[in-house]
């Protein structure tokens, strides 16, 4: 019997998956982006039937095609607009995934970007982030629990940034009971995505302590995650560090903190701001000039300093 697989992630997209012989692999797709390679990843594997949901539905061309290509396969995909955002609307997702087989894993990818800085933030910004990530993951968790009887896999993606988030939480509650539930904390994800669109030309990014780690890498490692029996795991390229003895100047550290590989290529009269520091930047660059170098300033003057001041 094929084993159903299904997936979710951006705000926006979900995916049932039946595959016929790695139901040890579970991934979170969104309908672009790494989703795509996650999809391919799963076909390749003997993935069957993607139930793929979007509040947007299919978004270009690029999007079609590869599900053509999927089909071509012979793989039945199944595309609806729709969101696990409240109770009702998830259970109505999933009883549509178990009309096709019963559902075998869960895959939950989500994030949405609302950064800035508390004086900035609101409660409009804080729900558009918390909702598809935080609360669909809850609804997931007890959704499932109701409707998905012979349940597998019960897989979320995070960061490292969040060691303390909702999405670890539940996957060691759900392992104390006796469920299936890991969640997988990433560093930055390279070549597609949310810090691909942030990549630049001239700037290689760290964030959080973590470089781009390519999506082959991910996809490699994650074969290797996902037959671990821990509730929380993690995948990361660790960003280079610099010691004290490398006598780098003040300007220096904070160009590397930003991921400027040649100051040749910006202004110096150019503000962090405009160079696209966003809170986590901000807080290590804070962070570096206090402890290395005994300057003090405020988030909000940061953002207004430039390497020439």
Known sequence: MPNQVQIRHLHEFYVYLTTTFISQYLTTLFYRGIGLELSDWLVLRGAKKLVLTSRLGRRSGYHQQRINIWKFYDVQVKVYANDVFT????????????????????????????????????????????????????????????????????????????????????????????????????????????????????????????????????????DVLLKHDYPVVSSMVVAEKHQKGDALSAVDA???????????????????????????MGTEVIQLLEKDFEIYTTSKDLLSLTFAK
């Open 87 to 222: 109770e009702q609307k998830c259970e109505n997702l999933i009883k549509k995934a178990n009309e096709l087989e019963q559902v075998d894993a869960i895959f939950n990818l989500a994030v949405v970007l609302q950064d800035a800085l508390m004086e900035h933030q609101s409660k409009e910004k804080f729900l558009a982030s918390f909702t598809p990530k935080a609360q669909a993951r809850v609804f997931l968790d007890k959704v499932s629990g109701k409707l998905c009887p012979n349940l597998r896999h019960f897989v979320v993606f995070s960061s490292v940034s969040c060691g303390l988030g909702n999405a670890e939480r539940i996957c060691e509650n759900r392992k104390r009971e006796g469920l299936p539930g890991v969640a997988i904390q990433w560093g930055a994800i390279g070549d597609v995505g949310l810090v691909a669109k942030m990549q630049k030309e001239n700037k290689e990014l760290v964030i959080g302590g973590t470089l781009q780690q390519k999506i082959s890498s991910c996809l490699e490692v994650l």
């Open 254 to 280: 904070v160009a590397h903190v930003l991921g400027i590989k040649d100051m040749k290529t910006v202004s110096q009269y150019t503000t962090f701001a405009e160079l696209g520091t966003d809170s986590m």
